[in-house]
């Protein structure tokens, strides 16, 4: 059974720094990317930053210069530092997973920017 293990998130003042990690386990086949999505209630779910083999890494626009996905596919892990943050990064952020058969999500994890 394939688990996804997500930490980190929580509640930081504007301007402040968090870090979220994540690391799969259980039996998936080669692993093409992992990443970060976000979602807000009522809001579709957006992809934040994805870490491809290769080394090849994404972001969206808005996150661009303030946050940094790192990690290793074949260990299977995942992190994402996040500063700089803003109210409109709060959200529910979700790890993810690609394998070349399916995809897996974490369970999601709350990050709340306010003052």
């Known amino acids: 059974q394939v688990q996804l293990e997500e930490s980190g998130g929580g509640l930081v003042q504007p301007g402040g720094s968090l870090r979220l990690s994540c690391r799969a386990s259980?039996?998936?086949?080669?692993?093409?990317?992992m990443a970060w999505y976000r979602q807000v209630s009522g809001n579709q779910r957006e992809l934040v930053a994805k870490?491809?083999?290769?080394?090849?890494?994404n972001y969206k626009d808005s996150v661009m210069g303030r946050f940094t996905i790192s990690g290793d596919v074949d260990l299977r892990t995942v992190n994402l530092q996040m500063n700089s943050l803003k109210p409109e990064d709060t959200a529910v952020y979700y790890c993810?997973?690609?394998?070349?058969?399916?995809?897996?999500w974490g369970q999601g994890t709350q990050v709340t920017v306010s003052s």
């Open positions: 993810n997973v690609r394998s070349t058969v399916r995809e897996y």
């Open positions: 870490l491809l083999r290769g080394g090849d890494i």
């Open positions: 259980g039996n998936i086949w080669r692993v093409d990317s």
